[in-house]
């Protein structure tokens, strides 16, 4: 086999890495070890992963049960992980990177994909914005509100459809609350101040009880300055081969037109009743940031949305549950070119499923399930890069599930239609209309061949139709510097995807290692033509990207342990604060000290096989080691390392990344008063200030990662 086309390629080993791979060895061997004997030290029974039950997949159910790899944020350890984008706080978890368009924006790459085929949901549903047709485009929901996070690693078609080839990352709050709440009145408040970008927010919500009716109401506001960078802007081998003219000067210590703010709010009730609930929200959501890539645009983005959701618990039998959601937004934004107006994009559209959940027959148990989804594009302006675009889909899925003890197994299928309608425009050609049929399907297995060990296997057949994007892109797209080119004749791309995980839920060492691999026929990108686009007065203009399909493959892996060092029990009856905690404090609580070293790593190796060069901005190899000490759920420490590889393997015009290592640090303490709780957390990143760059980024080579910063948070429940 020829050196370029091993999947195994050298890694130099520097002293930055040493730390997180001698405690990711040393947990792997730990893993391996108590698959043949037992620990001369037996666990202590808290060393046991604790219990997460998954919303995002078919039938729910607990996080190890799943066929595909999933991950949930939530509680403390999503509040100290949150950042002012989606992309950026689920950044450090295992096969998840980001686009990273300054604070401003950022979307989730999932093991090497991005885009359009990885699926944004607000409790289910679409956002229903225009983050998917450009990365400096936000994602347009607000992090400081957000419940839950689930994230559904590789295909998840079986319930929201064939744009999900990548993952799905569910945003959950509980805006429509689905139960009666635990006290007459509840709520939260959230302060924060950061020094990298001098960062001021709040968030606060009040959630109440009227009879049967819940009532939620929530608000937040954030606002940035420049982001603050270790040296230069433009990276070393930007600034060698794009020289700037004599007189200019390189931006250097912060970055420019990187500041932002956002607002906004919702407003949700629901009437609750033991066989179910039903509710609606209305929220706003508004944005006002730097664009980065161009030092005089900015983006104010704007959206108005509503919410129906609901449910009817075992109405008959033998029908066991009854769920419908409904979403309709009506999304704007403007980009500004200084006080000018630039393009207006506008979104509007709506989002709506059912599914209906039976009981068991006989082995059987799951559902079926109807999801429609419409959408009205435009773009207005002379840097319009897309014309005027109707989308509508409609699809129908099925999924079921076999439990037999200690086999459990999973599948189902989704049939989509989707039309794409292009209006006529003078810039973009005649009305043009695109219809597709795709078809995916997915079959898994769970197996426990003894506790806590757990193999799961899942297969994933996936019809992706081309985006409008795809096919009708015919403009200038300034924030990735290229000229995107469409082709209308594009038909659907095709995908076969394995996911095999070993997993151990309980003793010293509990974790997962994941294994993935999805080969994709007529896989469509935007590849360079050669050729420049002309410019004003016949100057030469952007680099022509043009869309096409091509084969293409993805390999890689995950590895995610939690190393249990300490776990020392109460010698005494736990403090008050323990006590006090209102039904929030795990089992942790009733120790006194917890001592545990969480290690993770992910690699992804993505190449065009009709090029037989690599896909642009895939991740490079990472891992990450953290020491987290906690006392009595009251204060809780962590110490973090996260180390990145550099990135040599490219696609043509595109630059290698350099490799960096991040030194992090936590605190946090809590202090029950009366029937409230306060906790005061401090968080420190890129304490070495080291220049780091994302290569999954389009503005690695103009936007480093933030440099020291110091963040103080305050938040109050009650």
């Not at 744009?163 to 006290?183: A, Y």
Request: negative net charge; proline residues 6%.
């Amino acid at each position: 086999m020829h050196a370029k086309n091993s999947i195994f390629r050298r890694i130099d080993i520097k002293p930055s890495i040493l730390f997180p791979l001698a405690l990711i060895a040393s947990a792997a061997t730990g893993l391996a070890q108590d698959a043949v004997r037992p620990s001369t030290t037996p666990a202590p029974e808290e060393a046991t992963h604790e219990r997460i039950i998954v919303s995002t997949t078919p039938l729910g159910g607990d996080l190890f049960e799943q066929t595909q790899s999933v991950t949930v944020l939530t509680g403390e350890e999503l509040e100290l992980r949150l950042e002012p984008t989606i992309g950026e706080t689920l950044n450090r978890e295992p096969g998840i990177s980001s686009t990273y368009f300054g604070p401003g924006a950022s979307r989730p790459v999932i093991r090497g994909l991005g885009e359009d085929r990885i699926r944004v949901l607000q409790n289910g549903v679409t956002t229903i914005d225009a983050s998917n047709v450009s990365p400096d485009h936000a994602v347009s929901a607000e992090p400081l509100t957000i419940k839950t996070i689930d994230v559904v690693r590789g295909p998840a078609t079986l319930l929201y459809g064939p744009n999900t080839v990548g993952g799905v990352v569910n945003l959950i709050d509980n805006r429509i609350p689905t139960e009666p709440l635990q006290r007459p009145v509840m709520g939260k408040a959230d302060a924060r101040f950061s020094s990298a970008e001098e960062q001021r927010s709040g968030a606060g919500l009040v959630e109440f009880q009227l009879g049967r009716v819940v009532v939620h109401l929530d608000g937040f506001k954030r606002a940035t300055e420049d982001v603050e960078i270790p040296g230069f802007a433009r990276s070393e081998r930007l600034r060698r081969l794009q020289p700037l003219e004599p007189g200019e000067r390189e931006a250097r210590g912060t970055l420019p037109n990187s500041a932002g703010e956002s607002q906004g709010g919702a407003a949700g009730a629901s009437y609750v009743w033991e066989g179910g609930y039903v509710g609606a929200a209305y929220s706003v959501f508004d944005s006002n940031y730097g664009t980065v890539a161009e030092p005089d645009v900015t983006i104010d983005l704007e959206q108005q949305r509503w919410d129906v959701r609901g449910a009817f618990n075992k109405p008959f039998t033998p029908i066991k549950a009854i769920n419908y959601k409904w979403s309709l937004s009506d999304y704007t934004h403007t980009e500004f070119e200084g006080a000018e107006v630039g393009t207006v994009f506008d979104v509007e559209g709506y989002d709506g499923r059912l599914e209906v959940l039976h009981e068991k027959l006989g082995i059987l148990e799951g559902g079926i399930g109807y999801q429609t989804q419409s959408t009205d594009f435009s773009a207005l302006g002379e840097e319009a890069f897309l014309p005027t675009v109707e989308t509508a889909t409609h699809a129908v899925f099925l999924f079921e599930e076999i439990a037999l003890n200690p086999v459990r197994l999973q599948f189902g299928g989704r049939y989509d239609h989707q039309a794409n309608e292009r209006r006529e425009n003078p810039m973009f050609g005649p009305q043009l209309s695109r219809d597709f049929d795709a078809f995916s399907a997915s079959a898994g297995i769970v197996y426990t061949p003894v506790e806590p060990y757990v193999i799961a296997f899942s297969a994933a057949y996936t019809q992706r139709p081309p985006t409008y994007v795809e096919l009708f892109a015919n403009g200038p797209h300034i924030a990735t510097n290229s000229f995107e080119l469409g082709d209308p004749e594009l038909g659907k791309e095709h995908s076969l995807a394995f996911d095999l995980a070993f997993r151990k839920t309980a003793g010293r060492v509990t974790g997962a290692v994941t294994l993935f691999y999805n080969r994709f026929a007529d896989f469509i990108t935007a590849e360079p033509t050669g050729e420049l686009s002309e410019g004003e007065g016949g100057e030469e203009g952007l680099p022509i990207f043009a869309y096409r399909a091509t084969d293409a493959h993805f390999v890689g892996g995950e590895f995610e342990a939690l190393v249990h060092i300490l776990e020392h029990p109460l010698s005494e009856p736990a403090p008050p604060a323990a006590e006090a905690a209102k039904g929030m404090a795990s089992d942790a609580a009733h120790t006194a000290h917890r001592l545990h070293a969480e290690l993770k790593a992910d690699y992804v190796y993505a190449q065009n096989t009709g090029t037989d060069r690599s896909l642009p901005r895939i991740t490079p190899f990472r891992s990450s080691a953290a020491l987290v000490y906690g006392w009595h759920d009251q204060f809780h420490a962590r110490l973090e390392g996260q180390y990145a590889h550099e990135q040599n393997r490219t696609a043509e015009f595109e630059l290698p990344t350099d490799g960096y290592f991040l030194l992090n640090a936590s605190m946090s303490y809590r202090l029950p008063v009366r029937s409230a709780e306060f906790e005061v957390y401090v968080k420190g990143t890129n304490l070495t200030n080291e220049e780091a760059r994302l290569h999954t980024s389009f503005l690695k080579d103009i936007a480093p990662l933030a440099g020291r910063g110091a963040l103080l948070g305050v938040r109050a429940s009650f």
